[in-house]
């Protein structure tokens, strides 16, 4: 598994695809065909959301909120710790990471910050799982990510 330092020095483990992944990364990028079965299954679940970049196994939303899409990472805490401050939520500003986690506390989504208005985030931009990159609702979003509950500011 590779890693990658977050501002402090510490690794953070991560898989790229390529032959021989380790896991949950996959052997290959999606086919053409593939690419067009996950658009239509998000414009069937999502109507509201709106794609920006192309469906891709390469990373995950932890990939494209903290290292811009290098890779895929399942434990984001670590640049949470190292590389953020927590704001208030309405303190929200464009670029702000917005974090989401599930009933045990576990790290299950994040996303960008696109546009706040009145103190509320209206549009994120975040990669939902192998599907596409999306701006959407912070609420828009499939129930097993949880809910927004941290608002992190890059130090």
């Known amino acids: 598994m ?7 020095g510490r690794n953070v483990g991560h898989c790229h695809v390529k032959p ?4 949950p990364c996959r052997r290959g990028e999606w086919t053409l065909a593939e690419r ?4 239509a299954q998000l414009a069937a679940l999502f ?7 192309a469906p891709s196994c390469k ?3 932890h990939g494209y909120s903290f290292t811009r899409a ?8 670590l640049f949470i ?6 704001v208030p939520m309405d303190e929200a500003r464009r670029g702000d990471v917005l974090v989401y986690q599930d009933d045990s506390g576990a790290f299950t989504h994040s996303g960008f910050v696109k546009k706040v208005s009145g103190g509320k985030i209206k549009i994120l931009r975040s990669k939902w799982g192998r599907s596409a990159a999306v701006l959407h609702d912070p609420l828009d979003v499939d129930e097993t990510y949880g809910w927004p509950t941290r608002l992190l500011r890059r130090r």
């Open 2 to 8: 590779a890693t990658y330092k977050t501002t402090q």
């Open 20 to 23: 021989d992944p380790v896991s």
């Open 36 to 39: 067009q079965e996950k658009r």
């Open 47 to 53: 109507p509201n959301a709106v794609e920006v970049r």
């Open 59 to 61: 990373y995950n939303c």
């Open 70 to 77: 290098h890779g895929w990472f399942n434990r984001p805490g």
């Open 81 to 86: 710790a190292d590389d953020f401050t927590e």
